[in-house]
Antibody, heavy 121, light 112 residues
Framework: QITLKESGPTLVKPTQTLTLTCTFSGFSLSTSGVGVGWIRQPPGKALEWLALIYWDDDKRYSPSLKSRLTITKDTSKNQVVLTMTNMDPVDTATYYC?????????????WGRGTMVTVSS | QSVLTQPPSVSGAPGQRVTISCTGSSSNIGAGYDVHWYQQLPGTAPKLLIYGNSNRPSGVPDRFSGSKSGTSASLAITGLQAEDEADYYCQSYDTSLSGSVVFGGGTELTVL
């Protein structure tokens, strides 16, 4: 059974750096084809993809946020970490991590419950 | 503006059939990338509903079906039920954005 759980601060100040951790179980991020992605959703708005890291350490970023994002993995700890610099109130959102499954044609087949991050001074 | 275009809202009465469109371009859906659909019930995380254009994960009722043609895809829901009231998102990949993941803007389904 695959599970993912996001963790990190619930409140950050403008200009600070946000660090979020996705801790997962039920799969290995060293298995060929597997990936973990980050997606966010501002209150009342649509899903927005942020970043994706693959089993071979290939990394992809949203073009509009690429300069602010870094995604890394720690296979031994079953964790994926996302950092976002220079946080702004518009970055207030629920942040989700999700498993990208090859058995599901590369869809995000399992999602975490999300963590709400508020950016405010 | 989302790379994939969905209608903001659709509605239907219980028992009816509704469809939700997802329109892309030659750099995403038209380039051969699969389309996936997610259902997001109020206050919950998105859930995979359809993957690989037309496949249902285990546990998803066969009232839900997906299709893809050219640069567009569609999600159809038959026998509409009150519990289907949710937001629905399509998702694919885009070659012009270095293989980036792209989502539609979401469609709110109201069961009348």
């Amino acid at each position: 059974q695959i599970t993912l759980k996001e963790s990190g601060p619930t409140l950050v100040k403008p200009t600070q750096t946000l660090t979020l951790t996705c801790t997962f179980s039920g799969f290995s991020l060293s298995t060929s084809g597997v990936g973990v992605g980050w997606i966010r959703q501002p209150p009342g708005k649509a899903l927005e993809w942020l970043a994706l890291i693959y089993w071979d350490d290939d990394k992809r970023y949203s073009p509009s946020l690429k300069s602010r994002l870094t995604i890394t993995k720690d296979t031994s700890k079953n964790q994926v970490v996302l950092t976002m610099t220079n946080m702004d109130p518009v970055d207030t959102a629920t942040y989700y991590c999700a498993h990208r499954g090859i058995a599901a044609s590369d869809a995000f087949d399992i999602w975490g419950r999300g963590t709400m991050v508020t950016v405010s001074s | 503006q989302s790379v994939l275009t969905q209608p903001p809202s659709v509605s239907g009465a219980p028992g009816q059939r509704v469809t939700i469109s997802c329109t892309g371009s030659s750099s995403n859906i038209g380039a051969g990338y699969d389309v996936h659909w997610y259902q997001q019930l109020p206050g919950t995380a998105p859930k995979l509903l359809i993957y690989g254009n037309s496949n249902r994960p285990s546990g998803v009722p066969d009232r839900f079906s997906g299709s893809k043609s050219g640069t567009s895809a569609s999600l159809a829901i038959t026998g509409l039920q009150a519990e289907d009231e949710a937001d629905y998102y399509c998702q694919s990949y885009d070659t012009s954005l270095s293989g980036s993941v792209v989502f539609g803007g979401g469609t709110e389904l109201t069961v009348l």
